[in-house]
């Protein structure tokens, strides 16, 4: 497992639609179908990493949380399932149902939409405000498998408070570099 950060650059992009295949239905589904005119939060992740593992009660927790507010939650994989089988479409399916992932989950076979994103590592979090505009990337909080730190999902919290309860509007992108594994690229 080699440690990567996401990028701290402040890129302005917007959410984009993609087709992608959604592990659970087995069916390719356009991502605009689950696109908030609150909010939309973007995990990248997967099923083998660590520190995905480590953050998925909050990860369910979160969603539960705030899908009754208005915002949707989002997981895309975007890793080489022939390096790494364990995060093939099959095994997310296992997966979320396993640990009842309560938000869509998409397997990104071409890697297309990690490349739009940029996405580095797994987790990463990319929140859009309901106009689409990015408004905040990077990481769920400040725990890690090995640091001792609680998982509270701190830093997404707050941005979806700001943005859903307190009504305000991000203006510039906030970011915190999320750290985690590497999204497994194909060569």
Known sequence: MVRTYSSNERKKIKIKDFELLEANSGKKKFLKNFFSDKATVIMFICNHCPYVKHINAELVRLTNDYTKKGVSFLAINSNDIEKYPEDSP????????????????????????????????????FIFNGTGELCYHGQLDDSRPTNGIPVTGYDVRNILKDLIINGREIKNIITKPSSGCNIKWKT
């Not at 396993?98 to 987790?123: I, M, N, S, W």
């Open 90 to 125: 099959e095994k997310m399916k296992e997966i979320s149902h396993q640990l009842r992932y309560p938000f869509p989950y998409f397997f990104d076979e071409t890697q297309e939409v990690a490349k739009y994103y940029g996405a580095q590592c797994t987790p990463e979090f």
